[in-house]
């Protein structure tokens, strides 16, 4: 939004110049807050921005986190020179500073603080002052500084500070809406100064950062919504729906999200002012023309979201989901999920293990696995989360379980890409890995629990059982959609109408007959009265089988078992 | 272009030039003020290195690429990350020209350098 839109009538504005002709302690502290709360507010916004796969994590996450220690260092105090808060903001952010953004941050707010010094109020001439000394401060602390960086948006925002003042800016509200209008004007400029923005085709994430800490702050001196992020639109990849299923508000009930090819341009300000009087959490994705919108609403409001859209164009897919449902049993995983992981010494044997559920984790924990990485069929890991697994672990000898045959490849590659000695026993299912940790020793050597592990791999039978999302023949099975199958070591086995005749069918042709052990591990979409049910008809089949039932909490999969 | 496979040749990189992309990416990162030069005697206090390469040190033990990075951090920066920051900076640049994974990246802090006093 430009200032020209969010700036209030001529009348308003005058009497909002004179109450912020100068700034004390207390107004300097609420600003301060104000942004933080538009910089965590729009935090997905940056994150989305970075360009490096590794130097400064995600931006908008740390410069929020620096931020926050800003203010955590102001505590309870009423004080009322702004010298002081200054001095407080200050020595929090750099107490927090996180990432290179959060240190340069600091930085900037070292120096504003400086030139306040031990004034009680902040006026036009000291709040350029300020920015001057900001800019100053943050260019001293690199030899070669490089531009189209929040070092260049600082530097913008001093110039435009002085430029105002020079034109005879009477209020700080003046010079404060002077740098913000610059900020984001200069901001917009920064792919020009970077090439490697420019052919990522995204501006400077630290720079946009900075931009909406001083934006947020000339919100709420208008008086504009500080929790609603910019109507803006993010590609489809970068819509991080999960993080926003955490932040639910008391009466939003439901989750709604709909896909919709718009049949004319859509002007998003419009159509982000239509959701915010329907509901929260708004988020609007784009990928090849098609729409993604997200919001969260009341129960009464189910429906509007899809009637609103109806209107704009054609609706692809409509999405429900009961977030108080949602956030029950997430607190009941939260609940369950905190296990231990095993610790280890430097030169001991780790293992890494990736799991598709906190359940399937918990087991692996407590089975002797150091490290843990979340995925599975449908969410594989990438080999950077297996390499940041390795990094965190304090020894060199690290054996990788990828439990799924389509993350083998990236445990492999990850061996490749590190000093640490690194072997991958190529498990494809969970069972499998279970086997192999079983054969685990930390102070055994890395090739001879490596062989240990594959061979204890090959003496178990691993079953999964799930439901085909197409139709298909293989194997010399004919599944149709929808159907439950069953699958014995990867391979297709067997399928059926219902759960309980395809488990039991699976389960006799991984030769449940003559098993001692037989583990049933259940998935996130089923309860435990349910699993019992199926686990009590295991028994009854094989009544000298020794039965175990375990929540895996894993997606899609009903059931995954061993049979050994 | 000729398309015909040529046969396979040894590629060296000298740890002159490693030192070279280390020290221009230190040099880049942000709360770096400067190089220290580590052929000081002991309870020299530190020097800003004439060339930077000078508070660089690459090695290769057992294969693997190792730097050590002698720095001089700006007083007021938080010094954990900052080098962390350098770290991680150093290590992405390296691996990129060199084109392989390199071993660990130590760095040394050798001084703060005061230019505000607040």
């Known amino acids: 939004m430009s200032i020209e839109a969010m700036r209030p009538p001529d009348d308003v504005r005058r009497e909002l110049g004179r109450s912020y002709a100068k700034i004390d302690g207390r107004t300097l502290r609420t600003l301060t807050e104000a942004s933080l709360t538009w910089l965590r507010t729009n935090q997905q916004v940056v994150n989305a921005l970075n360009v490096f796969p590794v130097p400064d994590g995600d931006t908008g996450t740390n410069m929020t986190l620096t931020m926050q220690s800003a203010i955590d260092a102001l505590g309870e105090s009423s004080v009322a020179s702004v010298g002081k808060v200054g001095k407080s903001i200050a020595h929090g952010a750099l107490m927090g500073a996180r990432g290179n953004s959060g240190v340069i941050l600091s930085q900037l707010w070292r120096g504003f603080a400086r030139a306040l010094d031990d004034h009680a109020l902040l006026d036009a001439a000291l709040l ?280 083998v490849l990236a445990a492999k590659q990850a061996s490749g890409l590190t000093a640490k000695n690194l072997s991958v026993v190529p498990t494809t299912s969970v069972p499998q890995g279970i086997a192999a940790l079983l054969a685990h020793d930390p102070d055994g050597d890395l090739s001879a629990v490596t062989d240990a592990m594959a061979q204890a791999v090959g003496e178990i039978r691993s079953v999964e059982v799930t439901t085909a999302t197409r139709s298909v023949e293989l194997d010399g099975v004919h599944v149709r959609e929808g159907q439950v199958i069953g699958l014995l070591n990867g391979k297709l086995a067997v399928s059926g109408d219902d759960l309980e005749p395809v488990l039991l069918e699976v389960l006799k042709k991984a030769g449940a007959d003559e098993a001692e052990l037989i583990s049933l591990y259940y998935g996130a979409g089923m309860i435990a009265l349910q699993a019992n049910k199926l686990g009590d008809r295991v028994r009854e089949v094989w009544p000298r089988v020794e039965v175990e039932i375990v929540r895996g909490g894993q997606p899609h999969y009903q059931f995954i078992a061993s049979v050994e | 272009m000729s398309q015909a496979p040529r046969p396979a040749g040894r590629i060296e990189i000298s740890h002159k030039a490693i030192a070279t992309l280390a020290a221009q990416a230190t040099l880049r990162s942000y709360g770096v003020v400067g190089m220290a030069s580590r052929n000081l005697v002991d309870g020299i206090v530190y020097l800003l290195a004439r060339d930077p390469r000078h508070g660089v040190e690459v090695t290769s033990p057992g294969g693997q690429v190792e730097i050590d990075l002698y720095i001089v951090v700006e007083y007021g920066t938080r010094v954990s990350s900052v080098a962390d920051s350098v770290a991680h900076t150093v290590r992405y640049q390296v691996e990129r020209a060199l084109g392989m994974p390199i071993g660990h990246v130590n760095i040394h802090v050798q001084d703060l350098r005061v230019s505000n006093v607040d």
Do not use: C
């Not at chain 1, 085709?201 to 630290?206: E, F, H, M, N, Y």
């Not at chain 1, 999200?257 to 718009?262: L, N, Q």
């Not at chain 1, 390499?387 to 045959?405: C, E, G, H, R, Y």
């Open chain 1, 128 to 407: 350029t002052q300020a920015f001057a000394e900001a800019r100053d401060t943050a260019y001293k602390g690199v030899v070669h500084p490089v531009e189209g960086t929040i070092l260049t948006v600082a530097k913008d925002n001093a110039r435009a500070a002085q430029e105002a003042l020079e034109a005879g800016a009477e209020s700080a509200l003046d010079i404060l809406e002077a740098v913000v209008e610059e900020a984001e004007a200069s901001v917009a400029r920064t792919p020009d100064l970077l090439p490697v923005l420019q052919d990522a085709g995204v501006v400077d994430s630290g720079g946009k950062g900075l931009f909406f800490i001083l934006e947020g702050m000339l919100r709420h001196v208008y008086g504009l919504p500080l929790d609603t992020p910019l109507a803006t639109v993010q590609p489809l990849s970068a819509l991080k729906l999960q993080d926003a299923a955490q932040s639910i508000e008391p009466g939003q009930d439901w989750e709604v999200v709909i896909d919709f090819r718009p049949a004319a341009p859509l002007d998003i300000q419009a159509f982000y002012a239509q959701l915010e009087s329907i509901g929260t959490s708004i988020q609007v994705g784009e990928g090849d023309g098609i729409y993604r919108m997200h919001i969260h609403v009341p129960t009464a409001a189910k429906a509007e979201p899809e009637k609103y859209i109806e209107t704009l164009g054609t609706i692809k897919r409509v999405m429900f989901e009961n977030l108080m449902e949602q956030l029950a049993e997430q607190s009941v995983q939260a609940a369950s999920a905190s296990f231990k992981l095993a610790t280890v010494a430097p030169g001991q044997l780790a293992v890494v293990a990736v799991a598709p559920g906190s359940g399937i984790a918990q087991v692996f924990a407590s089975l002797g696995v150091a490290a843990i990485v979340e995925g599975g069929q449908t969410m594989n890991p990438s080999t950077q989360d297996i390499l940041s697994a390795v990094d965190t672990l304090p020894t060199d000898q690290v054996i990788i379980l990828p439990n799924n045959k389509n993350i």
